[in-house]
């Protein structure tokens, strides 16, 4: 590490590093199938979800423990968002979306042990959850009201003259919703993950230079609140992911204003 | 550990662009990524939901059933309670009526009593008071024959001779007063 460190010119800036996909054995490329450390990542997830909603849950308590009771008190908030904003036909999409949630959650508080791995950092990971939330809100607003889902646009409480340019801005900002959804995501997790890793790289000043007694503890207490924001961010940006993908559903299901 | 880190350091600087945008490596994540979500949601929807759904719902089931039995129990302890009081009350009237009607009895008997008691009363003193009379009648006839014998004594000692007849009148007259 020091050596790296002396070899740089002092210090490593390579907040960039942890995003690094590499496969999980040996050195090979990496084609489509190779298991990486996104994988191992997402496996983790999937491992934890398992652990909290089939396990915890498999006594089928009516006075739940503690593990059980996390799973329902998930279960009913995303059920009740989806009915709240969605509407209540939208309750039969309510897997769908719980899997969106949990996984896009669990990914996020994983990928904030240290040395960990974020899948939702990765912009290929958020633009398929981004569009294949749009591709399918669209095709089943097509499906459910043909023709008529293209209402969406046509604002039939506005002016005649300003209707058109208005469906335009809509059409125009209908089809940047996946796009914003997908980076919305993948940029907080980004941003906040190299953040930390910068002010990692300021903390071993200590060991170069005089000036470390004043930075080394600035960088930690920096690297400990940025910390604590990015917990937030987590939930925040599932729960902000989750709530818009109901919105768009609501689109789909009552195009009408 | 020391080694990967060096190793991906010197990648990275290789390389000198976002890992992100290495689009190398989207089949690959794109790929393990529907696998995580195909199974994720498998098992959400086929396991996970609807166990938590139905323990959910069982829930709110039982405290309404509890809810309603509290209520029905709550139902039957008032009406135990109105039975109670009810029959409380019943045995109130009774005690006083069998009260009121010993009381008829008693004073009945009383009654009855008093006048038979009266009667004999009346009797014992209409006998006393004839014997009173009978003694009393034999007492002035005593006391006339005394008076008699008495006077005729008298008149004799004195020298006179005693006419029985004058005598009787005298003593007559005078005990009348």
């Keep these: ?257 | 550990m020391a080694s990967t880190t060096t190793e991906q350091a010197s990648e990275g600087a290789s390389g000198g662009m976002m890992p992100q945008l290495d689009f190398s490596t989207f089949p690959n994540q794109i790929f393990w990524l529907l696998v995580t979500l195909v199974i994720l949601y498998v098992l959400l929807s086929r396991v996970a939901l609807p166990r938590i759904g139905g323990v959910l719902a069982q829930r709110k089931g039982s405290i309404t059933a509890d809810l309603r039995a509290a209520d029905e129990a709550k139902q039957k302890a008032v009406d135990a309670e109105r039975a109670y009081n009810d029959a409380l009350a019943r045995a109130r009237s009774e005690a006083g009526k069998i009260v009121a009607e010993a009381k008829a009895d008693i004073q009945k008997d009383l009654a009855a009593e008093t006048v038979k008691a009266d009667a004999e009363i009346a009797v014992k003193v209409a006998q006393a008071a004839t014997a009173l009379d009978e003694i009393r009648a034999g007492a002035a006839d005593a006391i006339a024959i005394v008076a008699k014998d008495t006077a005729a004594e008298l008149v004799s000692a004195l020298g006179g001779k005693a006419e029985t007849a004058a005598i009787t009148a005298a003593v007559t007259a005078r005990l009348k007063g």
Excluded at chain 1, 147 to 169: E, H, N, Q, S, T
Excluded at chain 1, 191 to 200: D, L, N, R, T, W
């Design chain 1, 1 to 257: 590490m020091a050596e790296t460190a002396h070899s740089e010119g002092g210090l490593v800036f390579h907040p960039l590093d942890q995003f690094q996909i590499h496969p999980l054995f040996g050195d090979g490329p990496i084609s489509w199938y190779t298991p990486t450390n996104a994988t191992l990542w997402m496996a983790l997830a999937l491992l934890a979800i398992t652990l909290v909603f089939v396990v915890g849950s498999s006594a089928r308590a009516l006075i739940p423990t503690r593990m059980q009771s996390v799973g329902e008190i998930m279960y009913s908030f995303i059920h009740n968002m989806v009915e709240d904003v969605a509407g209540h036909d939208g309750a039969r999409y309510f897997p769908m979306i719980m899997t969106l949630f949990l996984f896009i959650l669990f990914v996020n508080f994983l990928g904030l042990l240290p040395g960990s791995f974020t899948p939702t950092s990765h912009i290929a990971v958020t633009a398929v959850l981004g569009f294949g939330v749009f591709i399918f809100v669209t095709l089943l607003g097509l499906y459910k009201h043909g023709l008529g889902f293209l209402g969406l646009f046509w604002m039939k409480d506005a002016p005649l003259i300003l209707r058109p340019i208005i469906a335009v801005i809509e059409l125009i900002s209908y089809f940047v919703r996946p796009v914003s959804h997908s980076i919305r995501l993948a940029g907080n997790i980004m941003a906040g993950h190299a953040v930390i890793k910068v002010f990692a790289a300021f903390a071993p000043i200590i060991l170069i230079s005089w000036i470390g007694v004043i930075v080394t503890p600035v960088s930690i207490l920096a690297i400990t609140a940025i910390y604590a924001l990015e917990v937030l961010v987590a939930g925040i940006q599932a729960y902000v992911f989750t709530i818009l993908t109901c919105v768009y559903l609501k689109d789909a299901l009552h195009p009408g204003h």
